[in-house]
């Protein structure tokens, strides 16, 4: 019985790790898309309507869809397809000998055929309605039967559009390389070959200014491996960003997208607005909000088949509610889990526009965006689905001196950070670990007291019980060059994404506290306080049942994390839940200049001239 009593545990420890080592597979890869074959009826149908969307410039819409089978099934699926023509011919092969398969597109996103039609498998009818964006193509919907390991096609819908599929959308604001700078990335269907862009902007009250911008793009090739360069190859339209230079610090502007065509008509988005960035030490209200690991979810329940990023949308909707209180956001990792199918990264900066056009959207790189064999990131897994970081690199503007190496800082008001890339090396002598302590030595403490580190994977302290099983308690040789630049600098929080959960540790320095108070510190902490916030979204990752003497507060659930100065000494760390925006856990600094002064171990010369 004790024999037996040990094996089950072993399992039981075994699919925690494999739990905890899993950040999901994409649900569109459940799709055995290259195995379908065709199967089309008279006698089935699928119908979508309004085959027109976007008449008075919306960026979304809805469309029902009325279908029939004669012979229903409880396995059947809708999938939504962009480009409508998704046959083989789409797609050429990979060369003479290997001809491409019936299908060489997966779907952007698919649904049960019974899911708000219960009595589909007696009758064969059904009706779904499911929400669609602008994506610069048209649209088309495919009945199968088979299930998703056998597809089989039946029936194909009618096509359905927007009225301008080239038109500009999903504005993303970021810090630019000088706190007076605003750069705002959007995406559009729009070549420079058919069209200037430029960003109409203008202060309150004030005349508008026109600011050009850059273009970037790129093909199949440019992908690493699959899905990203197979089935989960979809054009990305063209990138573009500008530049807004010489702001007023905290002066509301508003801007618009635009690209003018060679015809001299003009194309606009909406209208929108933001306030520019604090300077860096002004003694202002300032807000930051810091999360990994959100990913995307659909509004119309499509795409879950394994409920991929649960709390992902209810997070989304807690930020926008609380925009109004929010100055600038950062998102350090593992951004929509697109993980090799293109599509999806248009379904989130849709997802995400009503925050990024709103404040600045900084992100970090995460596995999920880098990771591929060969390609320079420093784990050699397939975790990125092949797209080895030129999406996050295009999609996303962040000040780093060479985006291929995702590393930057960036000051708001009183607060720097230093946002590091785990992808690539960190350890003492590299490039990057000169960069880092140069961020943390450059910062003028008296102006900017707040000096706060993030990367996406755990280099401090984490009860993962993943990291517990390899007894680190830390991705390997994660503090390990690093802890001696956090207490030498005195790094007050270092945050992390890629453990799903939340977890807080003490002011902590060479695995022992410097601090026993919790929740309200005083003068210097003489260590630096880790947080995990990677709980944004995805499915959740356990904790070991070890007890840790550093931890001080954990919670296995959605959330973020939200930092407010409220001037020079005083700060207040907040952890709040996603599903209803209240504080679960917080704690708050108040101390002087002097404190940061102050001799702690480590942080001063070992000789002075006193001395």
């Keep these: 019985m004790v024999g037996l009593r040990l094996i089950f545990s072993a399992i039981l420890l075994l699919l925690a790790f494999q739990e905890a080592t899993s950040h999901g597979d994409n649900p569109l890869s459940r799709i055995a898309i290259h195995k379908s074959t065709f199967a089309l009826t008279d006698l089935a149908s699928i119908k979508a309507s309004p085959s027109v969307l976007g008449l008075t410039e919306q960026n979304s819409g809805w469309v029902t869809l009325e279908y029939s089978n004669p012979i229903p099934s409880v396995d059947d699926w809708i999938g939504v397809f962009s480009p409508a023509n998704f046959s083989a011919s789409t797609c050429p092969s990979e060369n003479p000998r290997v001809y491409p398969p019936l299908l060489c597109s997966a779907p952007i996103k698919y649904q049960y055929a019974n899911y708000s039609s219960p009595k589909y498998k007696d009758s064969g009818n059904g009706s779904l309605k499911l929400q669609l964006i602008n994506q610069r193509s ?25 009225s301008n599929p080239n038109a500009p959308v999903y504005p993303r604001l970021a810090q630019g390389r000088t706190w007076n700078e605003m750069a705002i990335t959007w995406t559009s269907g729009y070549g420079i070959n058919e069209a200037e862009p430029f960003i109409e902007w203008a202060p309150e009250g004030g005349d508008p200014i026109h600011s050009p911008a850059g273009t970037l793009t790129f093909d199949q090739r440019s992908m690493c491996g699959a899905p990203a360069r197979t089935v989960g190859w979809r054009d990305p339209g063209y990138i573009h960003t500008s530049f807004l230079k010489d702001l007023w610090p905290n002066k509301v502007y508003s801007y618009k997208l ?10 606009w988005s909406q209208q929108y607005q933001f306030r520019a960035s604090p ?21 119309d329940g499509s795409s879950e088949y394994n409920d991929f990023q649960p709390g992902s949308l209810n997070t989304t909707k807690q930020l926008i509610r609380e925009l109004n209180n ?19 990264w248009d379904q989130f900066t849709a997802q995400i526009e009503p925050i990024a056009s709103t404040v600045p959207y900084m992100i970090a790189s995460g596995n999920h965006e880098r990771d591929w064999p060969g390609t320079g990131s420093f784990y050699g897994n397939m975790d990125s689905g092949g797209e080895c970081g030129v999406l ?6 962040v000040p780093a001196e060479n985006r291929a190496k995702f590393w930057y800082s960036t000051d708001y008001g009183m607060f720097r950070f230093c946002v590091a890339d785990t992808e690539h090396d960190w350890r003492e002598g590299t ?3 000169k960069f880092i302590e140069n961020c943390l030595a450059s910062v003028d403490r008296q102006k900017q007291p707040w000096l706060i580190f993030l990367t996406h994977r755990v280099l401090g302290y984490s009860s993962c019980i993943t990291y517990a099983i ?3 308690f830390e991705e390997p040789m ?10 030498k600098y005195k790094v007050d929080i270092a945050m992390y994404g890629h453990v799903h959960n939340y977890e807080r540790t003490c002011p902590i320095y060479q695995n022992i506290c410097t601090s026993k108070e919790k929740h309200y510190y005083k003068g210097t902490l003489n260590g630096t306080i880790h947080v995990v916030v990677g709980g944004a979204g995805a499915s959740l990752s356990p904790y070991t049942t070890l007890q840790t003497s550093w931890s001080l507060y954990k919670d296995y659930d959605h959330g973020f994390v939200k930092l407010t100065a409220f001037d020079h000494s005083n700060l207040l760390f907040e952890y709040k839940k996603s599903r209803d925006g209240k504080v679960y856990d917080s704690f708050r600094i108040s101390r002087d200049y002097r404190d940061i002064l102050a001799c702690t171990v480590d942080s001063c010369p070992s000789m002075t001239l006193a001395s």
């Design 326 to 344: 929010i100055d600038i956001v950062f998102h350090i990792g593992d951004i929509c889990y697109a993980n090799g199918y293109l599509s999806q």
């Design 470 to 472: 390899e007894g680190s």
């Design 258 to 267: 635009g690209h003018k065509l060679f015809n001299g008509t003009c194309i």
């Design 138 to 162: 048209d649209f088309s919907f495919a009945l199968f039967a088979g299930g998703f390991l056998n597809p089989k096609l039946v029936a194909v819908s009618n096509t359905v559009a927007f």
């Design 392 to 397: 996050a690199e295009t999609m996303f503007y």
């Design 431 to 433: 490039e990057q670990y």
């Design 279 to 299: 300077y860096p030490g002004q003694n202002s209200v300032q807000r930051v909000v810091i999360f990994g690991d959100m990913g995307k979810g659909e509004v």
């Design 478 to 487: 994660g503090r390990e060059s690093l802890q001696k630049l956090w207490q």
